[in-house]
T-cell receptor, first 113, second 115 residues
């Protein structure tokens, strides 16, 4: 079975500091990987996705993630945090050839001035 | 603008009562999904549908029912058999094949509480 582990339930950073949200997955078959962001009382918005090709994926709002197959990781990074980045972030796995998504438990990014 | 509309935003249920959550999309997507979100647990799949008049159980379907009579609509009924219905419910949709890895688009959710 596939699973996704987000190692940190909360990550506090100061404004303009770098951000790293960690994600590891387990799967015996090829997967697609996504990061979604959720603001309070709203739905989820796609930040970026890895399907194939370049392992460094750039997304919206200055975020990027690197797929490392040997480490089964897909960590999300941003060079400089903004106050508006405060939200919950979900790492998501999808099996190739199937639409079902498996969600991590989420990481809440806290940004302080 | 195309998108997914969920209504109502807040819903209260009395003991023993069935309630129905609405989900409408104008993205012309074939697939639609219902998720339940509880604090610290991420999203869990309740039901999904890849075509009109067909749907499949997800991981936590017990106590829920759905219908898919129209492509753009996928209502979820929370029945009295669901003993712990308090949660945030999210509807999503996506394109189905031939391109794999299509992301899902989400509505803004319905928060259901027990009176």
């Amino acid at each position: 079975a596939q699973s996704v582990t987000q190692l940190d339930s909360q990550v506090p950073v100061f404004e303009e500091a770098p951000v790293e949200l960690r994600c590891n997955y387990s799967s015996s078959v090829s997967v697609y990987l996504f990061w979604y962001v959720q603001y309070p009382n709203q739905g989820l918005q796609l930040l970026l996705k890895y399907l194939s090709g370049s392992t460094l994926v750039k997304g919206i709002n200055g975020f990027e993630a690197e797929f490392k197959k040997s480490e089964t990781s897909f960590h999300l990074t941003k060079p400089s945090a903004h106050m508006s980045d405060a939200a919950e972030y979900f790492c998501v796995v999808s099996l190739t050839g199937f639409q079902k998504l498996v969600f991590g438990t989420g990481t809440r990014l806290l940004v302080s001035p | 603008d195309g998108g997914i509309t969920q209504s109502p935003k807040y819903l209260f249920r009395k003991e023993g009562q069935n309630v129905t959550l609405s989900c409408e999309q104008n993205l012309n997507h074939d697939a639609m999904y219902w998720y339940r979100q509880d604090p610290g647990q991420g999203l869990r799949l309740i039901y999904y549908s890849q075509i009109v008049n067909d749907f499949q159980k997800g991981d936590i379907a017990e106590g829920y029912s759905v219908s898919r009579e129209k492509k753009e609509s996928f209502p979820l009924t929370v029945t009295s058999a669901q003993k712990n219905p308090t949660a945030f419910y999210l509807c999503a949709s996506s394109i189905v094949g031939p391109r794999e890895g299509q992301p899902q688009h989400f509505g803004d959710g319905t928060r259901l509480s027990i009176l």
